[in-house]
């Protein structure tokens, strides 16, 4: 069972800059499409961005621009590099690996991490 850790969050001014690290546990990451999701309070976890084992990506719209995922299979760990970060980004970030176009994901989610977007 692949386990799932992420790290890298906490408390940023407005325009900052963040790194997210997710790392897996077991080798069978490197074939998964990964994603970064987030969970705002009171809102439903939605999917920020996604990253094929080749290196295709693909972001949300209110992300674009600004985010970015990478992935290093040799570590199997998958990355957010956040900047211009908004009040508006403020969530706990979890990574999975979506199934497909749907809701589903394939791993067992981890504990996440906190980003705080606040001045």
């Known amino acids: 069972q692949v386990q799932l850790v992420e790290s890298g969050g906490g408390l940023v001014q407005p325009g900052g800059s963040l790194r997210l690290s997710c790392a897996a546990s077991?080798?069978?990451?490197?074939?998964?499409?990964m994603g970064w999701y987030r969970q705002a309070p009171g809102k439903k976890r939605e999917l920020i961005a996604t990253?094929?084992?080749?290196?295709?990506?693909n972001y949300a719209d209110s992300v674009k621009g600004r985010f970015t995922i990478s992935r290093d299979n040799a570590k199997n760990t998958v990355y957010l590099q956040m900047n211009s970060l908004k009040p508006e980004d403020t969530a706990v970030y979890y990574c999975?690996?979506?199934?497909?176009?749907?809701?589903?994901?394939?791993?067992?989610w981890g504990q996440g991490t906190q980003v705080t977007v606040s001045s």
């Open positions: 999975n690996a979506p199934v497909g176009e749907t809701s589903l994901v394939r791993l067992s």
């Open positions: 077991g080798s069978i990451f490197s074939i998964y499409v």
């Open positions: 990253i094929t084992s080749g290196g295709q990506t």
